[in-house]
């Protein structure tokens, strides 16, 4: 391990995705990275999973499969454990692009810094050619009023952050980055990475496109998160009318996606009231 480069720490929660769990693991080892921690945390997995894990366990740094409360819970309890000074999570159906590691090391310096690279979505398929997130101008206002969207696979942070933000993934099902992304906006704004990081699985059991109207529960919770957010600022009744106003405005007129999905940085919808 060579300690020159700043020790990057990457949680995987892992449930019942063992047939795409081995290109996740094997997309963090092949980086070549020299100071890695890796920490796989499966929620006690029936399918091949457990044996994909111990294919490659001298690699990985810690790893267990037992039950947990979700997804939130076993990240929570990887990044636990993680001493590294970069810090990241995969889901297992997700994977990165070679040299990632290298280019947001590259970046590193101490403090609460965080970074959002590109991300290029992915449909097994032959032929196709995925969608390719370009992260636009991110800092709190955008997040917080037009709900701005970050692929979740194409950000990293420092240590120095995270024990800031509160040093926890939010209990959530849908919305747990969302919520995070504003809790870091609120200390600083990232630096976005020209380079594509990693690529974002679409598939029948994903989340916000797999289950039943998955994204508008997406909406619903980061609505949800919204609203919690902005009365714990105790705001006056003039401040609320305003940012009522404000969110209106901004979700009517600004040059939003038109099919609420995930594969834009921001959906075009009717945000309700705070």
């Given at each position: ?228 957010w902005f009365h714990r600022k105790k705001r006056s009744p003039a401040g609320m009318a305003m940012a009522n106003l404000y969110i209106s405005f901004m979700t009517r007129f600004r ?20």
């Open positions: 391990m060579d300690q020159t480069w700043p020790k990057i720490s990457i949680i995987t929660p892992s449930f019942n995705q063992g047939q795409f769990l081995e290109q996740t693991i094997r997309s963090v080892l092949d980086q070549n990275y020299p100071n890695l921690e890796y920490i796989v945390m499966d929620g006690g997995s029936s399918d091949q999973s457990v044996e994909i894990i111990k294919k490659y366990a001298s690699s990985i740094n810690y790893w267990v499969s037992e039950p947990d409360k979700g997804q939130a819970d076993a990240i929570n309890k990887g990044f636990a454990r993680a001493s590294g000074d970069i810090l990241a999570w995969i889901n297992s159906d997700d994977y990165y692009r070679p040299g990632a590691f290298s280019e947001i090391a590259s970046r590193y310096q101490k403090g609460p810094h965080w970074w959002v690279g590109m991300a290029r979505e992915y449909i097994q398929g032959p032929g196709y050619e995925g969608k390719l997130y370009i992260p636009q101008k991110v800092n709190f206002r955008r997040l917080f009023y037009e709900r701005q969207i970050i692929p979740q696979v194409s950000v990293f942070w420092t240590r120095e952050l995270w024990t800031a933000a509160g040093s926890r993934i939010a209990d959530l099902h849908y919305a747990m980055d969302y919520e995070l992304w504003l809790r870091f906006g609120a200390i600083t704004p990232p630096e976005l990475v020209p380079a594509e990081l990693a690529l974002l699985r679409i598939h029948r059991d994903t989340k916000t496109s797999g289950e039943g109207n998955g994204m508008a529960r997406y909406f619903e919770e980061s609505d949800r998160v919204r609203r919690e040059l939003f996606s038109k099919d609420n999905n995930l594969r834009h940085f921001a959906g075009r919808r009717q945000i309700p009231r705070l």
